[in-house]
């Protein structure tokens, strides 16, 4: 099984910055099919910031412009820089990953961390 450890979520107030860390020891695709997702109580998860299956990292609108995916392969880690955060980003962050299929990240098979609450006021 694939462990993910994600941490640096906490409060901040509008406008401030957060930075994310999700560490996979041992995973080695962590520039592709991986990523940060974040859900609201009652709501379904929603993508964030990923790699796709060819390496290139999307964002969905909201973020576009605040956060910055980035990856250290030989740490094992993926990073999420959130910057400018607002109270619409508040919500509990999971790094996900999934071994690509081809060019397809079949996202319902992917692990996923514990989780990293954000919280922005």
């Known amino acids: 099984d694939v462990q993910l450890v994600e941490s640096g979520g906490g409060s901040v107030q509008s406008g401030g910055s957060l930075t994310l860390s999700c560490f996979a020891p041992g995973y080695t695709y962590t520039r592709t099919c991986m990523g940060w997702f974040r859900q609201d109580p009652g709501k379904e998860r929603d993508w964030v910031a990923i790699y796709g299956s060819r390496g290139i990292a999307t964002y969905r609108g909201g973020v576009k412009g605040r956060f910055t995916l980035s990856q250290d392969h030989a740490k094992n880690t993926l990073t999420l820089e959130m910057h400018d955060l607002k109270p619409e980003d508040t919500a509990m962050y999971y790094c996900?990953?999934?071994?690509?299929?081809?060019?397809?990240?079949?996202?319902?098979?992917?692990?996923w961390g514990q989780g990293t609450q954000v919280t922005v006021s």
């Open positions: 996900g990953a999934v071994q690509p299929e081809g060019s397809l990240c079949r996202w319902t098979g992917a692990y």
